[in-house]
Nanobody, 127 residues
Framework: QAQVVESGGALAQPGGSLRLSCSAS????????IGWFRQAPGKEREGVSC????????VYVDSVKGRFAISRDITKNVVYLQMNSLKSEDTGTYTC????????????????????WGRGTVVIVSS
């Protein structure tokens, strides 16, 4: 059964960096597209980034372009979200999810509609 587990969330200072990990089991990370969501206090869930299963196509929400980078380590079966130049607005619970295409992931109404989703890891950006 396909599963993903997030890790790496922490308290970080503005301008700092964190790397989140999405560890997959039951499937290879180049078989499904994998996306990252975040949900800040009092706000709706937001799609942050996604990497496609084919050709390593990546997408980012405008607010993180140039600061975040999604990548895949096939040998370790892990997808990373490198977050640099962190801002307080990046605070939230970050969740990864897997399905056949990034469009399916990012347009999902419920995480439970997807092939796999995690419980999330908390990122707090504060001085």
């Amino acid at each position: 059964q396909a599963q993903v587990v997030e890790s790496g969330g922490a308290l970080a200072q503005p301008g700092g960096s964190l790397r989140l990990s999405c560890s997959a089991s039951g499937f290879a990370v180049d078989y499904y597209a994998i996306g990252w969501f975040r949900q800040a206090p009092g706000k709706e869930r937001e799609g942050v980034s996604c990497i496609s299963a084919k050709e390593d196509h990546t997408v980012y929400v405008d607010s993180v372009k140039g600061r975040f980078a999604i990548s895949r380590d096939i040998t370790k079966n892990v997808v990373y979200l490198q977050m640099n130049s962190l801002k307080s607005e990046d605070t939230g619970t970050y969740t990864c999810a897997a399905d056949v295409r990034c469009a399916v992931i990012l347009n999902s109404e419920f995480l439970s509609d997807l092939e796999a989703w995690g419980r999330g890891t908390v990122v707090i950006v504060s001085s």
